[in-house]
Each structure stands twice: as structure tokens, then as C-alpha cells.
């Protein structure tokens, strides 16, 4: 079993950065790639990003390129979304998951085993 528990979310407006934390525990953290996903309200969950093993590796959805960076630190358990140039769009609640998968198919979420209980993220315009 994985544990994960986010933080980080709130309401900001738009334009400013929120950096979202994931904290891991339970089995060995490095045995797992991570991901983040949101959801929007009426929306399915959806991909925003998700970082290798070893962290050489990410991956990003389109829409969050160039302003969402994941990183993630082994030695702490936890990984991170920075999030710069928030936009009204963003607004959803992000969970942080843990896969077994690689390469490209750490992009779906049906290849997550562990999810978080999810951060509401509200950006106002």
C-alpha cells in the first residue's frame, strides 16, 4: 500500500503560482512513477502531468505546458506541481497518484493503482 495526502491548494487569483506537495508513504516511494490529475465540477478526472522513477522523465497534457512543472524529491517522499500563470480554467481538484506503469502509459490514469485525496485548486479571475 501507498499512502499520499496533497496540500497546497486555495483560492488565488488569476495570474499568480500555487506549488501543490504530495507526501508519500507505505512502500518504497522510488518503486512508483507519479502523477497529477484534476477534475473540474460536471468533468471526467484528467492527466496534467506525471514524472519518471528516477525523475529524468516527465510528462505534461497541452494546456498546462510551459506554466505546470513536476518535480519530485526521493529522499522526501514527495513530489510537487508548480503551477506559474494560473488561469480560471485550472480550477479543479487535483489528486496526486502513484503507478506501477512507464514510459508513455504513466499518462492514463486507468495505470494509477494509489490516489491522494485531492487539493481544491479555485482560481478567480
Known amino acids: 500500500q501507498v499512502q499520499l495526502v496533497e496540500s497546497g491548494g486555495g483560492l488565488v487569483q488569476a495570474g499568480v503560482s500555487l506549488r501543490l506537495s504530495c507526501a508519500a508513504s507505505?512502500?518504497?516511494?522510488?518503486?512508483?512513477?507519479m502523477g497529477w490529475f484534476r477534475q473540474a465540477p460536471g468533468k471526467e478526472r484528467e492527466f496534467v502531468a506525471a514524472?519518471?522513477?528516477?525523475?529524468?522523465?516527465?510528462y505534461y497534457t497541452d494546456s498546462v505546458k510551459g506554466r505546470f512543472t513536476i518535480s519530485r524529491d526521493n529522499a522526501k517522499n514527495t513530489v510537487y506541481l508548480q503551477m506559474n500563470s494560473l488561469k480560471p480554467e485550472d480550477t479543479a481538484v487535483y489528486y496526486c497518484?502513484?503507478?506501477?506503469?512507464?514510459?508513455?502509459?504513466?499518462?492514463?490514469?486507468?495505470?494509477?493503482?494509489?490516489w491522494g485525496q485531492g487539493t481544491q485548486v479555485t482560481v478567480s479571475s
Open positions: 514524472i519518471s522513477r528516477d525523475g529524468g522523465t516527465t
Open positions: 497518484a502513484a503507478s506501477r506503469s512507464y514510459g508513455q502509459f504513466i499518462r492514463l490514469k486507468y495505470n494509477y493503482e494509489y
Open positions: 507505505g512502500r518504497t516511494y522510488s518503486n512508483y512513477a
